[in-house]
Each structure stands twice: as C-alpha cells, then as structure tokens.
C-alpha cells in the first residue's frame, strides 16, 4: 500500500507544473526592466546595460518601423525553470534556453541547461531580435523569418549548424518552406533542421543584392526594404518581387541551389585542397629526409679523410723511426711496430 501511495505521489509531481522561481527585479532601466533569480544580480546588471545597444543596433535593419517601448527581461538559473515564469502559463519548449513572447514584450533567458553552460548574451541578443521583429512587423512574419532574423543578431557561423545542413542536403531533407510558414516542430531534434534552414535562408536574403548576381551584396538594404514593406503592410511575395525581382518561391529555389553547391560541390574542393597539402607535406618530408641521409654521407666521407689521414701518418712516422735506427747503427731495421689505434675523436 505504502509502494503505491509512494508511485501515485511520483506520478502527480511528474504531471504537476513546475513551480515558478521567485523573481527580484533590477533597479533601473527605462526600455529594459529587468528581473532575475535570487543569486543572478552580477549576471543581470551586465544583460540589462547590453540589451539597449542591442535593439539600436538592430534597429538599422528594421527602418521606418515601429520599435520596441519596454521589453522584461527575466533571467533564470537553469532552462528547466523557463517554463514556470512564462506569462500567462505559455510554456516553453522543453529544448530552450531562451523565450520569446513579442506580443508581451517579455524575454525569458537561461544561464545554463543542466550541466550545459550556455552564453546568456547571445541568447538575449537572439530573443531581442524576436522582440524587435514583432514590434515592427506584428504578426506578418513568417516563423522562418523570426527565427532567421533573430540569428542575424545573435551569431556567426557555427559548426553544428553547418554540419545540420549538410546532412539535410546529403540526404535531401530539405524541408519545403510552407511548412515553416507558422510552427516549428516541438521535438528538438527536427526542430533543429527547421532552425537551421531558417537561419541560412534569411542569411542569404540579407546578403543578396537586388539583382541575381553574387558580386552584388546589396549592402543589406534590399533586406531592409523588404522588411519595412512587410511592416507597411505589403505582402510577403510582392514585397519580395518589389525588392529581389522574384517571389519568396523563387528565391527560396534559388537558396537551395546554392546551399547545395556550398554543401555538396564545396567538399570536393576541399578534398582537391587537403590532396595538394599532403602532397605538399609528403615533398618536405622527402626533401628533410634526402637532406639528413645527405648530412650523414657527408659525414662518413669526412670519417673517413681523417682516418685515411691518421694511417698516413702513423705510416710516417715509423718510416722515420726506421731511418733513425739505420742510421744509428743497426744491420736490420726494427720490425714493424703494431698500428696505433684510430684516435676516438675523429668520430666527432
């Protein structure tokens, strides 16, 4: 009775919500207000002083748009407390380490998820991108571009991503971008691929100029326009064509042509390159190797002039000994003597 009770009680804590931490706010702060977990104070003060050059600077991409007026940023301990401070029990996904809710103008961040440390900064910045895509586009936006637009802001390139989309591309998972319209899947494994596709299409729309031609960067502003014009009430797709020439399908195309060039063509000329390097490595160890064995000759010739010169006069000077006694008075010259041996530095 006692082991069911004992079950029955493990089973309602798994199943109950989790209970929210306390919260201190932060003095200070117009825009940024800001709350942290008992014990964060250090960690807060630094988030809130960075948040306002953050939304400056992404504020040059969004022009003519409304910005955000004050945004609450809540900082937590670990990720597993995200979901009890959300507002309005929202939730959160069980993979984050950081929460958006635009329309609030609230961001959640963690320091860390279990005994993964994650960089608060970067997460902040990522989440201000959100706050500041929603302010000015409202709900016009795309969840692919949210999500691209935030990474913008938030980071550089990164090798788990790029090893994401070259598994999608290798294996052809490229998913079609009506299914990242509104959601993202809930497991973070596809969650994953839908992030990373999202990320590196809105970096190829921002680095695209206005026309089809890869030396014409555009300078971001294509992007900008676009942007302003979705937050002006254009349309997705003829906003698109106002400032790329081609609707979002078309440009979609053309951005999956060209991650499949990067991720398919790019390894083989990294191959071609890692190729001429050994082959270059391979020529220097042969030519260090033909250099030492060139050295060791060199010296054994050396060995042997010195020692070729010791018998010579070793030779001599029993000649002469020989001459000396003659000369003496002896009938017969001595035997020969035995030869000295080698001198043992003529080996150095």
């Known amino acids: 009775m006692k082991a069911f009770i004992l079950a029955l009680a493990l089973v309602f804590a798994a199943v109950s919500p989790a209970r ?72 959160a996904p069980k993979y984050a380490v950081g929460v958006t809710y635009p329309d609030l103008g609230v961001v959640t961040v963690a320091m860390r998820r279990g005994a993964e440390i994650v960089d608060p900064r970067a997460t902040l910045d990522h989440e201000l991108g959100h706050v500041a895509l929603g302010a000015a586009l409202g709900d016009r936006a795309p969840h692919w571009l949210h999500e691209g637009f935030a990474y913008q802001h938030s980071a550089e390139w990164s090798m788990a991503r790029s090893e994401t989309l070259a598994g999608m591309v290798w294996m052809r998972g490229i998913i079609p971008i009506e299914q990242l319209d509104r959601s993202f899947p809930a497991e973070e494994s596809p969650a994953q691929r839908a992030y990373a596709e999202s990320y590196d299409f809105v970096n190829f729309l921002s680095r695209r100029g206005r026309w089809e031609d890869p030396a014409d960067d555009g300078d971001r502003w294509p992007f900008r326009r676009f942007l302003r014009e979705i937050g002006q009430g254009v349309a997705l797709d003829q906003a698109a064509k106002d400032q790329y020439g081609k609707n979002i399908h078309e440009l979609f195309g053309e951005w999956r042509d060209d991650v499949r060039d990067r991720y398919i063509m790019a390894p083989a000329a990294i191959i071609g390159v890692i190729a001429w ?37 070793a030779e001599e000077a029993v000649q002469a000994e020989r001459l000396r006694l003659i000369i003496r008075g002896f009938e017969e010259p001595p035997p020969d003597p035995i030869e000295p041996p080698i001198d043992p530095k003529l080996w150095n």
């Open 20 to 91: 929210a931490v306390p919260l201190t706010p932060l003095p200070g702060g117009d825009r940024i207000v800001m709350s942290y977990e008992p014990g964060l104070e250090g960690p807060a003060a630094e988030l809130q002083a960075s948040a306002e050059d953050t939304l400056s600077r992404i504020a040059k991409d969004l022009p003519d748009l409304p910005l955000p007026r004050v945004v609450h940023i809540q900082l937590v301990r670990d990720a597993s407390s995200i979901a009890s401070v959300a507002p309005g029990n929202r939730g």
């Open 277 to 313: 390097v050994l082959v270059g490595v391979l020529l220097v160890l042969a030519w260090r190797r033909k250099r030492k064995l060139n050295r060791i000759r060199i010296a054994q010739w050396d060995f042997e002039e010195r020692l070729a010169d010791q018998r010579r006069r």
